[in-house]
């Protein structure tokens, strides 16, 4: 049963420099201040920076894995807070991503939907801000008497 106040099964997220040269291939965003320190300090940032749709799309599976259909996700947001660096090392950057079923409602035309507050941190400080994804669920199941 799905109800407000339900928390989703956490997740760690490692992000690697070479996730991002990944990202950057299948996005077309090669601004290199997601692969050059130089570029990124020269304009002011404290170092190379995960692409923001990276960050939003890897919080994201935490309510993909706990819907168990990606096609359930009826709506995502964010704004972006802050930006998640990424070190030139192995380990790379450690994302903790965390969630709460805040509502359920139904809807006119029958199908039930969670609003999801997602919450995405980095060396404990908040990425994403507004993070919501509302979710399709399955109706509850009537009680047999």
Same mark, same amino acid.
């Given at each position: 049963m799905t109800a407000a106040g339900q928390e989703l099964p956490p997740l760690s997220l490692r992000?690697?420099?070479?996730? @991002?040269?990944?990202? %950057?291939g299948a996005s077309g965003d090669f601004n290199p201040i997601h692969w050059s320190d130089r570029v990124a300090t020269g304009v002011g940032l404290p170092g190379v920076i *995960?692409?923001?749709? @990276?960050?939003?799309?890897?919080?994201?599976?935490?309510?993909?894995?706990?819907?168990?259909?990606? %096609? *359930?996700?009826?709506?995502?947001? #964010?704004?972006?807070?802050?930006?998640?660096?990424?070190?030139?090392?192995?380990?790379? %950057?450690?994302?903790?991503?965390?969630?709460?079923?805040?509502? #359920?409602t139904d809807t006119d035309d029958g199908a039930r939907i969670a609003r999801v507050a997602v919450t995405a941190t980095f060396e404990g400080k908040t990425?994403?801000?507004?993070? #919501?994804?509302?979710?399709?669920?399955? *109706?509850?199941?009537?009680?047999?008497?």
């Amino acid at each position: 049963m799905t109800a407000a106040g339900q928390e989703l099964p956490p997740l760690s997220l490692r992000v690697t420099r070479a996730d @991002l040269v990944r990202y %950057a291939g299948a996005s077309g965003d090669f601004n290199p201040i997601h692969w050059s320190d130089r570029v990124a300090t020269g304009v002011g940032l404290p170092g190379v920076i *995960a692409h923001g749709m @990276l960050t939003m799309a890897l919080a994201g599976r935490i309510v993909t894995d706990w819907a168990g259909d990606p %096609a *359930a996700v009826r709506s995502y947001g #964010v704004r972006f807070t802050r930006p998640v660096v990424v070190p030139d090392d192995e380990e790379g %950057a450690l994302v903790e991503v965390t969630a709460k079923v805040t509502d #359920v409602t139904d809807t006119d035309d029958g199908a039930r939907i969670a609003r999801v507050a997602v919450t995405a941190t980095f060396e404990g400080k908040t990425v994403l801000g507004r993070a #919501v994804a509302e979710v399709a669920v399955p *109706a509850e199941l009537p009680t047999l008497e």
